[in-house]
């Protein structure tokens, strides 16, 4: 690094990996590609991290209902992060795992740190406890266990703490004074209220399961998995360790200059991780940008895979699109190379999509139908078309970027020009601008603001007709008209280069100019001018850049998103995408939790040997025996039908699942009724994991009081059918699709 040279640290959060990656997650991997990139052009020394999160109670019981060990669970999920990245053509300078040993270290380290610097102490949390049960109850010692009735007893539980109550106001104070910039302003003053709401001290170890890096000396505990996630961003630096390159690492790359996050996670690094690094002496972040959610639009395909969009889908899809190269003369390229050629043009096509179509910081609707459409109008029509027919129209005259000799033939040919050099100039400050600020949108609808100019320039001088005209003065204007396009998508094609780097170097090799990737390490990208494409360039060999997609690929993307076999059990299994070892302080989208492990196909509308239907309470469960007996013919009273209408059945979608702490029987339940959404707590927990619900379309029994178990409301039971009272419920569900909210009758 020059003394001049800047250096720019950059991070994506880490996955975890309790599920393969989904379009949310790439949706983040790419925004930080491209941020990385454009660093990279600008001339800054850039490190691009990101990596998976591997440690937790959800990640060791994924790996048990996968039936492997958490490690080997971990390494096959993080590899399928790692693949799919390498798929992409994501440039990050490094992949941190916190399973990795450099991490653990590095982590343990912290820790003590803190312990060091007076931040840490332990303290025991002393509660209400039913034996019975195995669960806490809140309230006054010996009182009664709201299910079973048994008289509670008082445990304690010892836990290490850190001291937060300690940084509000510094961390207020960082924040408005700027030094912490919290983009964008709305998640700013989110987390403003939240700190000046005061800070508790936050409880930073675990006894209740192993998977974790255990407290350094007292490894009875693990260090709470959140405290081991941010100090990723350190670890991979070589925080920890005692090697010199590790050290020289850290201490130019720290602190980060962007972290790059979702929305849910702002306050674990705005306040948390501030806070940790102010008690270990460290230097903080730069600034956290935190972008919207990927919501799946809810129409027929959410029906078949709780609205997952694998980014796979959309790869290969798209990759379909991309006819095989003629292959250059003499050069032996294998199958995978082209294969990977396929997948960074579709990988362009979405990296495009997503940054085009959802505003940097707001939650969007991701369609198939807007993929496609965008696809073709902005991409094949646009962009695409207006390179492949002016560059072919230069190719046909011989393929050189010519002298501009119009202005002497005939100096008021440019009098009235679409074509202004001035707009363009102030275009390109404009695009550079938003892209500074990440408003990606802004940014390539500036672009296509230039796109559109050069077609309207050729509209205006239609130099199709020119170059048939015998008229010399005409033939000269049609190279003048056509080199000034050339020239446009060149600047063009640079200014798009961050989001599209694939599709970009094909055109720039194209125009005759080489690597754009070595255009862009040389700084030929930034500061750009209208001479950039010097005349007498001989313009590359041609190929289609973005074939035109037909309307049948939105078909195709939706079957491939459609249910397939149940997994394996030993294969890693989807789970959703919950925060259920991080109290993140906003739910994530339900729109986009993953399918569950068993998914709705594969689940009996009916069970076979399920003879009773009920409504699921809290109760003690049995296995069914492998050959149940049949039941005997039901006694009970007869009711009229009006008996029958006074029950309010409803189809509802389990939008969250989740544990109750201390409630081993119970789970809480968000359900969306269509009409409302709400909160049905359940005893279904020693039969269903969170994970299996989440997505399901149930059957409610939606006009029942509410009550309040728990501390907790529930409003509303599920109905199930079970062999007898102890058998396992199986939820009632439909082998069609019906809409939320509609009635049983
Ligand atoms: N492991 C933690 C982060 C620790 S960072 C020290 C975590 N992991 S996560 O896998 O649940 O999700 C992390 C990030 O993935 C989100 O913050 C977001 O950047 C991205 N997304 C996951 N789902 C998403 C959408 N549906 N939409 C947009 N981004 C999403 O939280």
Not at 98 to 103: C, I, K, P
Request: charged content about 20%; proline content about 7%; aromatic content about 8%.
């Amino acid at each position: 690094m020059s003394e001049t040279q800047k250096k720019f640290y950059l991070t994506t959060p880490i996955y975890y990996v309790n599920a393969r990656p989904h379009i949310g997650h790439a949706y983040t991997t790419i925004a930080a590609d491209v941020i990385a990139r454009r660093h990279r052009l600008l001339g800054d020394d850039t490190f691009f991290l990101t990596g998976t999160d591997e440690h937790g109670q959800k990640i060791e019981r994924s790996a048990a209902a996968a039936g492997i060990p958490p490690q080997q669970f971990a390494d096959q999920v993080s590899a399928s992060f790692e693949n799919l990245w390498k798929r992409m053509g994501i440039t990050n300078n490094d992949f941190i795992r916190t399973t990795d040993a450099r991490h653990k270290r590095g982590v343990q380290k912290l820790f003590t740190t803190l312990q060091a610097n007076g931040a840490i102490y332990l303290d025991t949390y002393t509660g209400q406890y039913c034996i019975s049960d195995e669960a806490y109850v809140d309230g006054p010692p010996g009182v009664v266990c709201p299910d079973c009735g048994n008289v509670t007893e008082t445990v304690s539980e010892s836990n290490y703490y850190f001291k937060l109550s300690e940084y509000g106001d510094r961390i207020a104070q960082l924040i408005e004074s700027g030094q912490l910039n919290i983009q964008p302003d709305s998640r700013r003053n989110e987390v403003l209220s939240f700190v000046k709401g005061g800070l508790k001290d936050l409880s930073i170890s675990r006894t209740s399961f192993k998977w974790g890096i255990p407290v350094p000396g007292d490894e009875s505990h693990v260090i709470y998995v959140w405290l081991d996630a941010l100090a990723n961003y350190m670890t991979a630096l070589g925080y920890g360790s005692d090697d010199p390159a590790d050290i020289a690492r850290f201490e130019k790359y720290w602190p980060a200059d962007l972290h790059l996050v979702g929305k849910e996670i702002i306050r674990f690094h705005c306040v948390y991780w501030p806070a940790f690094l102010m008690a270990a002496n460290l230097p903080l972040p730069k600034a956290i940008t935190a972008h919207g959610w990927l919501l799946f639009e809810d129409s027929k395909m959410s029906k078949s895979r709780g609205n997952i969009v694998r980014t796979e889908t959309i790869l290969d899809a798209f990759a379909t699109l991309k006819p095989k190269p003629v292959d250059l003369p003499g050069a032996v390229l294998s199958d995978e190379y082209w294969k990977h050629q396929q997948d960074l043009f579709a990988s362009d096509v979405l990296r495009y999509f997503l940054l085009r179509e959802i505003p940097f910081g707001q939650d969007g609707s991701f369609s198939f139908d807007a993929l496609v459409q965008r696809y073709n109008s902005d991409l094949a029509n646009g962009y695409g078309n207006l390179v492949s027919r002016t560059l072919s129209m230069i190719t046909k005259r011989g393929g050189l970027i010519t002298e501009d000799k119009i202005a002497a033939l005939d100096p008021n040919f440019m009098a009235n020009d679409v074509l202004s050099y001035s707009v363009i100039a102030q275009t390109i400050q404009e695009t550079e601008f938003e892209l500074e600020k990440l408003s990606f949108a802004a940014a390539l609808s500036k672009i296509l603001s230039l796109i559109a100019m050069a077609d309207g320039y050729m509209t205006q001088y239609t130099p199709w007709k020119l170059v048939s005209s015998p008229d010399p003065i005409d033939q000269h204007k049609a190279e003048f008209i056509l080199g000034s396009v050339a020239r446009m998508i060149r600047i063009i094609t640079a200014l798009l280069y961050p989001v599209m780097p694939y599709a970009t170097a094909k055109v720039w090799a194209q125009l005759g100019l080489g690597s754009i990737e070595e255009a862009a390490s040389k700084g030929e990208l930034k500061d750009l001018q209208w001479g950039g494409l010097k005349s007498g360039t001989k313009l590359g060999p041609l190929a289609p850049i973005f074939p035109r997609a037909p309307k049948e690929l939105i078909q195709i993307m939706n079957d491939m998103e459609q249910p397939t076999a149940p997994q394996k059990p030993d294969q890693p299994v989807d789970l959703p995408h919950v925060n259920s070892d991080h109290d993140a302080a906003v739910l994530k989208p339900s729109a986009f939790r993953e399918a569950p492990i068993s998914s709705l196909s594969a689940t009996p509308a009916l069970n076979p040997i399920a003879q009773s239907i009920h409504p699921i309470s809290a109760h003690h469960p049995q296995p069914i025996p492998a050959q149940a007996a049949a039941p005997a013919t039901p006694d009970t009273p007869t009711i009229a039908i009006d008996d029958f209408v006074k029950i309010d059945l409803r189809v509802a979608r389990i939008i969250v699942a989740e544990r109750i702490p201390k409630a081993d029987k119970l789970l809480r339940l968000e359900v969306d009724l269509g009409y409302e959404k709400r909160q049905i707590l359940s005893g279904i927990a020693e039969w269903y994991t969170p994970e299996e619900l989440i997505g399901r379309k149930i059957v409610v029994i939606a006009n029942l009081a509410p009550r309040k178990m728990r501390g907790l409301e529930s409003h509303g039971m599920l109905l199930a059918a079970s062999h007898d009272d102890h058998g396992k419920p199986i939820l009632a569900t439909f082998a069609e699709d019906i809409a939320l909210g509609s009635r049983l009758r």
